[in-house]
């Protein structure tokens, strides 16, 4: 049976979730939703074609348009499902490998699922009869959705420009491809764009802001003022300075918190993150007198503490950033764009404003994968898990999560010293995989 995961539902395409599963859900998500269209998009995957067309027979036994907008990024479906008060559907497995796909649902005016709505639709599947074959379906072609959802974020700086950036763009060979590089041009950057050549396997392969080695090296040879990487949807970034340094999501929410307390933009001077979101973070907000509300990890959390609150700014260290005032989600176009004009008002470097913003503590990730429940496999290290953390003590951190996505557990550790991070995930690694 399908479950929701933090960002919906994936899994090796054609296996874990295959075209009848997709079709089904899309069914269900019809009838939960409802809507007169559904706008429907895809990342680049070889199983995108097949679960768009398994999506667009599904609503239309419901009487359902299916609007297919091509490949684009996440958030330009939750942008046309908001302008047009209609749900949407994304197929994407974000920074997966091709293999795996899956879909994100909207509700009509861009947002994502709340938990009543996920297990009404879980509870309807699990009791749907087998469908019956549907054929002569046509998608109605929404591509112009597209265009006007990268006009509105270029419109999101006011009328300013980028001119005088040399950037470095990595698509992930993903939904970025064609819309990121040609949108900060217009803008006035120059940019050279890497890893936009999609053919439906290499999605995140070697590529993007999961492996971002060769943007680095690019950066540094090209002397660019910096680099920004997306994943495979598009729906979070990080970037490089000019040195070639990474500069993550925790950097990238700080330097935008930054500008706008001191503009007078953020709203109640709080920013919202994620219990993963580095301790330096929280101590360099403090410098400033910056409020921070902390939520557990996955962006539709930040999101709902964002709407609850009133409140504009908020994300994850992995790049997944909200700007609440103009958007209904994380959006790496977006935060590219919020990120380079802060970068061009302030004029200093992208290397310059994340050292104000925060001095990173050091970090030790780690995923380990396992068989059988995670709860049961944390339940049998729980006393390590106390004693580690209690030797890191008031100093640094120790957080150890299942993840919502995969069968794995994540262990990380921060602490002044790299040695001392290391060696807290170590320990309790060699804990797990000893029992």
């Excluded at 874990?16 to 680049?44: H, K, P, S």
């Excluded at 749907?128 to 929404?142: N, S």
């Amino acid at each position: 049976m399908l479950k929701f995961g933090t960002d919906g539902i994936r899994g090796r395409a054609y296996d874990e979730v295959t075209v009848a599963d997709v079709e089904a859900l899309a069914f269900t998500a019809g009838r939960v939703l409802g809507g007169a269209a559904m706008v429907i998009g895809t990342d680049t995957r070889e199983s995108g074609p097949d679960f768009v067309a398994a999506i667009c027979r599904g609503v239309a036994r419901l009487g359902i348009e299916p609007w297919f907008i091509g490949d684009a990024p996440t958030p330009a479906v939750a942008a046309a499902a908001l302008r047009h008060g209609v749900p949407g559907a994304m197929v994407s497995a974000s920074h997966n490998p091709f293999h795996d796909n899956g879909i994100k649902f909207f509700g009509p005016g861009g947002r994502k699922l709340t938990d009543a709505q996920q297990e009404t639709m879980e509870a309807e599947l699990a009791s749907l009869p087998p469908l019956e074959p549907l054929e002569g379906v046509t998608a109605i072609d929404r591509s112009d959705l597209v265009a006007a959802y990268g006009d509105a974020v270029a419109a999101s700086v006011d009328g300013r420009g980028l001119d005088g950036l040399r950037l470095v763009v990595d698509c992930a060979n993903g939904a970025a491809s064609t819309i990121a590089p040609a949108t900060l041009a217009a803008l006035g950057a120059e940019v050279i764009s890497i890893h936009d050549q999609p053919d439906g396997r290499n999605i995140n392969a070697g590529a993007g802001s999961t492996d971002m080695a060769r943007l680095r090296e690019r950066v540094r040879q090209s002397g660019a003022s910096l680099g920004i990487a997306f994943d495979g949807d598009a729906d979070r970034m990080l970037a490089v300075d000019g040195q070639g340094e990474v500069v993550d999501g925790d950097e990238i929410i700080a330097i935008c918190a930054i500008d706008r307390s001191a503009r007078g933009t953020l709203t109640g001077d709080t920013v919202v993150v994620t219990i993963m979101t580095n301790l330096g973070f929280h101590q360099g907000m403090a410098r400033r007198g910056i409020a921070v509300h902390q939520t557990p990890v996955g962006d539709r959390h930040v999101l709902e503490a964002l709407e609850r609150n009133n409140w504009d700014l908020g994300g994850e260290q992995s790049g997944h950033v909200i700007f609440h005032d103009l958007a209904t989600t994380g959006d790496g176009l977006l935060t590219c764009v919020q990120l380079l004009d802060t970068v061009v008002r302030s004029g200093l470097t992208l290397a310059e404003l994340a050292a104000d913003a925060m001095i990173r503590l050091p970090q030790r990730l780690r995923n380990v994968r396992i068989q059988g429940a995670a709860g049961d496999a944390m339940e049998s290290i729980a006393d390590d898990i106390a004693r580690v953390s209690d030797a890191l003590g008031d100093r640094g951190r120790l957080l150890v999560r299942p993840s919502g996505t995969e069968p794995l557990i994540r262990f990380m550790a921060e602490d002044p010293t790299q040695a001392e991070a290391d060696g807290a995930v170590d320990d309790l690694i060699g804990v797990l995989e000893g029992r």
